[in-house]
Structure formats: structure tokens, C-alpha cells
């Protein structure tokens, strides 16, 4: 059976060999050609509608947080040439911060029967046994740093108080949008050696919040 830090160390090479594929074909002229193209397309879309762009890009973060599948991580990249690092990553923290407030709101008001046509039964069940109204501040905050943010479900079902989850959200989710902006930074820079410092340290943070929280459930 592989061990957690065998697979860790698997999935970062993993991603780390697809930056290098696509740094590989990024060189050629075609996709270098299309490339520009689609910046125009975006560059003159943000700059023409402002306002609905910001308002997309905020819809799309918020419902990465309510729908597992669905990232906006994709989207990253070509905000950053739009609007910069530091607009994007103050973008990305709002959405995902009123996604987490409204999986908070539907976990308490809806309940267990809605959210589970959402999210897979298995993983709601498995995400209750491991937290509850009752968690300490501290165990909360690495349940939430390493696991989906789709846990605001969990939070709201359990009735957890709202202002300690809204605080968590917030300190949860700060390090994961720093790491994602400057990963995407690396990726349009071709940076390879910044992809792999900010990928292995988002993968060594979450990792660590994980052994933690698995350290404290065997204590309990």
C-alpha cells in the first residue's frame, strides 16, 4: 500500500511532468500564435466590460467551492494577465470566501438531504465522523486546510458557530489562493523551478494539516 508521502511525491512529479509537457509545446509557433490571440480576446473583453468580467470571474471562484468537480483554477492564468497578481488574488479570496459563507448557509438551512445530491454520501458521512460542533478551534482550522472547501457543507450541517467557520474560511483559504496566483504567475512566466516551489509547498502545508488532523481523530 503506497504511504501518504509516497503519494504525495507521486502527484507533484505528476504535475510537474504536465507543466513540462506544456512548457515543451508552449514553444512552438502555433500554439505560441493562439496563444496571443486568445490574451487579445481576454485583454479587450476586460477592458471593454470590466465589470462583468470581475463579476464572472467572482461567480466562477464562488462556485468552485460549491461544486466539487468545478475549478477556477483554469481561470487563473488568464486573470493574472488581465488584471495582475495581486487583483486576481484579491478576486479569487472573494469568490471562494462567499462560496464558503453560502455552503455554510445551505449546510444549516437545507441540510443533510440536499447536500448529498451535491456531494457524494460517502464523503459527507466520512467529513461528519471527523468533525463536530464541539471541535476545537485549532482542529477545525486543519480540517478545513486539508480538505475540500466543500466542507462548508459539513460545518453548516453540524451547526458549527458561523463566526469561528467564517474566520477559519478566511485563514483556510488565504495560503491556497497565494500559492494558486503565483503558481499561475510561474506557469504563463514558463517558470519551471517557480511551478515546483510553490506546487511542493502548497502539497507539504496541505499534507501536514492532513496528518494532523488524522494525529488528533486517533487521539480522541
Known sequence: ??????????????????FGVFV?????????????????LLTNFGDSRSVLALAL???????????????????????ILVW?????????MSGWIAGNM?????????GYRIVVRLISKEKIDTWIASISKKATFFLAFMFRLALPAETGYV???VKY???????IACLAEI???????????????RSIWKFAVYAASGLLLFGIAGYIVKSMRKHT
Open 57 to 79: 470571474f467572482v461567480g466562477f471562484a464562488a462556485l468552485s467551492v460549491l461544486l466539487g468537480p468545478f475549478t477556477s483554477v483554469v481561470f487563473v492564468p488568464p486573470a
Open 175 to 189: 495560503p491556497a489562493a497565494f500559492i494558486i496566483v503565483h503558481i499561475g504567475g510561474a506557469f504563463l512566466e
Open 1 to 18: 500500500m503506497i504511504g501518504p508521502i509516497v503519494r504525495s511525491i507521486l502527484i507533484f512529479v505528476l504535475v510537474l511532468g504536465t
Open 161 to 167: 458557530d458561523f463566526w469561528k467557520y467564517a474566520l
Open 24 to 40: 515543451y509545446l508552449s514553444s512552438s509557433a502555433y500554439i505560441a500564435n493562439v496563444g496571443e490571440k486568445a490574451i487579445a
Open 102 to 110: 453560502a455552503a455554510y448557509a445551505i449546510g444549516y438551512y437545507v
Open 155 to 157: 460545518f453548516g450541517i
Open 84 to 92: 495582475g497578481e495581486f487583483t486576481t488574488f484579491v478576486l479569487l
